[in-house]
């Protein structure tokens, strides 16, 4: 190992050990996965069946279809509100009760699904403008009353053509552009005075137009576009949005996006403020863009399990197979993402559907074995590991794949102190490594112990491995005097070189971490633990526990207790 690596070791352990978490949330949003599907629960089935829905599936929200029955017996919803019908508030007390009798616990960001549909509204219609107003007050009402996230907006009509410019309106596309800012404004509004700190999550707005976005004359290719007014109303919307609202541009695209360059150029073009997406945002609305514009994904299961010759088909990744692809991109869309992906299936459920949907009788997990814990771990891997390694401890199926791992063991071996050779002993199964010839790598009590060392580690390698495994980790210590300590895990090809070393994973050592596996922490010592994914082209891991900068041979560390356990 040469200086410089290890030179990495201590500047991203220094980072680790003096950035709390707590201050890295205040700027890192932790990414979601939203659950939306034809298996779209109402609020009489979540009220029946929340708790099953957060046990057993990934996600971290959910879109709801919000519906009633008036007295005259007539239905409305949320999914169809696009017209010029008026809503009573009062016809949805029970969807209101049955929200608010959901115990959310997983389930953090839920969205009332709002559609532009059927799209029977014309936009010269101010009676119907301001009774769609109303209803979308509404909604917005109900989301804030019962702990809602916000809404759900699908601009896709399902029905009449909204935002497509028809110039047998008799107006030219610059007063229809103007109407429908008009319009945007209205909307806004309304939705602002009932829940002005909305998240309000669109399934598509800004990509939808982008490639307009790159054109000197944007007008001459938007009055052509099925969306093309689409922008005058999120200019409207953006002239009332409150300060506290975000939007974000669900990117319906990403369903056939394909690996991290992909996902990442669609990103940077969304949120570039000299990017394609800004420039059909007026001038004085740029600001509020940059500031509560952001920008998420739309994943398509059904790519992912529909048969090959289907238009809508995703095959195996190279080498692997449809479930290494799905992995692969949903951990792009989360990377590049704000916050958000949501996830979008059609043929098959993850909870039974209400009777009359067009769903299989099918779990997804049963189309794709596997698929539930790839979202899980691909979105989350420390809460899906400590599940996994529950299990696993239930099960005695806990494999430590650590050799001498509580130190027991030691062999003989010989150290230079100062001009002196002396015999010592070191743990079995363990090699070490030190810049300089400073400090003594040693055994005692059952305890690997490092002291005196001015920059080195104790090490044991692990091969062989595959990409894609998901390990957990964890090691104890117990310090004396000065010097900083750290976990590391290095990673190795079949030739045993170092590779993807900008991709090294550091842990630092916490008296008080939550423990992922059930083994208790002495008193005195620390821990530090994790959970890792081995990436493309490692074949061995290498484990570190390291310490730097002991200034005397009294300056001490102990290190015992090492876990390696791989959990898929």
Request: with cysteine; hydrophobic share 40%; aromatic share 12%.
């Amino acid at each position: 190992m040469t200086q410089s690596r290890f030179l990495t070791l201590f500047v991203f352990l220094c980072a680790a050990i003096f950035v709390s978490g707590a201050a890295a949330q205040d700027v890192v949003r932790s990414k979601k996965l939203i659950q939306l599907g034809w298996d779209i629960p109402d609020t009489a089935y979540l009220k029946e069946h929340h708790e099953e829905m957060q046990q057993t599936t990934p996600f971290d929200g959910v879109m709801v279809s919000l519906e009633t029955t008036a007295p005259d017996g007539k239905k409305y919803g949320s999914r169809g509100v696009m017209n010029a019908d008026p809503w009573d508030p009062a016809w949805f007390v029970t969807a209101i009760d049955d929200l608010k009798a959901c115990r959310w616990t997983t389930f953090t960001d839920n969205f009332i699904l709002f559609n532009f549909s059927p799209g029977n509204l014309d936009w010269d219609n101010d009676k119907g403008w301001e009774n769609f107003c109303g209803k979308a007050a509404i909604c917005s009402q109900i989301a804030k009353k019962t702990g809602l996230k916000g809404l759900c907006i699908d601009f896709e009509p399902y029905g009449k053509t909204v935002f497509k410019y028809a110039a047998e309106s008799g107006k030219s596309f610059d007063e229809m552009k103007q109407l429908v800012r008009k319009r945007g404004q209205q909307w806004m509004k309304a939705i602002a005075a009932e829940y002005p700190d909305m998240v309000m999550f669109t399934l598509f707005i800004g990509y939808v137009n982008i490639h307009a976005g790159y054109d000197s004359q944007p007008d001459d290719i938007l009055k052509t576009l099925h969306y093309g007014l689409l922008p005058s109303f999120f200019n409207g919307m953006l002239d009332a949005i409150p300060p506290k609202m975000e939007i974000v541009d669900g990117t319906e695209m990403g369903y056939y996006l394909n690996g991290i360059d992909e996902f990442s150029r669609l990103s940077l073009a969304l949120q570039s403020i000299g990017g394609p997406a800004i420039r059909l945002v007026a001038p004085e609305n740029h600001e509020k863009y940059i500031r509560q514009m952001r920008v998420g994904f739309g994943f398509y299961l059904d790519m992912h399990t529909n048969p090959e010759g289907n238009q809508y088909y995703r095959g195996p990744k190279e080498g692997g197979t449809r479930l290494d692809r799905l992995e692969e991109n949903l951990a792009a869309a989360l990377k590049t993402t704000d916050e958000y992906v949501w996830i979008y299936g059609e043929q098959r459920y993850w909870w039974k559907p209400r009777a009359g949907t067009r769903v299989k009788d099918e779990h997804w997990e049963a189309a794709l074995p596997g698929m539930t814990q790839t979202l899980h771990f691909t979105k989350s891997p420390r809460e899906a590991a400590k599940l996994t390694l529950g299990a696993l401890q239930k099960e005695n199926r806990i494999v430590n794949l650590v050799k001498n791992p509580d130190f027991s063991e030691s062999i003989p071996a010989k150290s230079r102190v100062g001009d002196t050779v002396v015999d010592i002993k070191v743990p079995a199964e363990w090699g070490s490594w030190q810049d300089k010839p400073l400090g003594v790598f040693s055994w005692e009590d059952g305890s690997a112990k490092a002291s005196g060392v001015k920059w080195g580690c104790f090490l044991q390698s692990f091969k062989p491995v595959n990409s894609g495994e998901y390990y957990y980790i964890s090691i104890d210590s117990k310090q004396q005097g000065t010097g900083e300590i750290g976990m590391r895990v290095r990673w190795q090809n079949a030739e045993s070189k170092y590779v993807r070393e900008a991709e090294d994973k550091g842990f630092a050592f916490k008296k008080d971490t939550e423990r992922l596996v059930n083994h208790p922490l002495a008193d005195g010592l620390q821990r530090a633990e994790g959970v890792f994914r081995v990436p493309e082209g490692v074949a061995v891991i290498q484990i570190q526990a390291g310490v730097r900068d002991q200034t005397t041979a009294d300056d001490a560390v102990w290190f015992d207790n090492a876990v390696l356990i791989r959990l898929r």
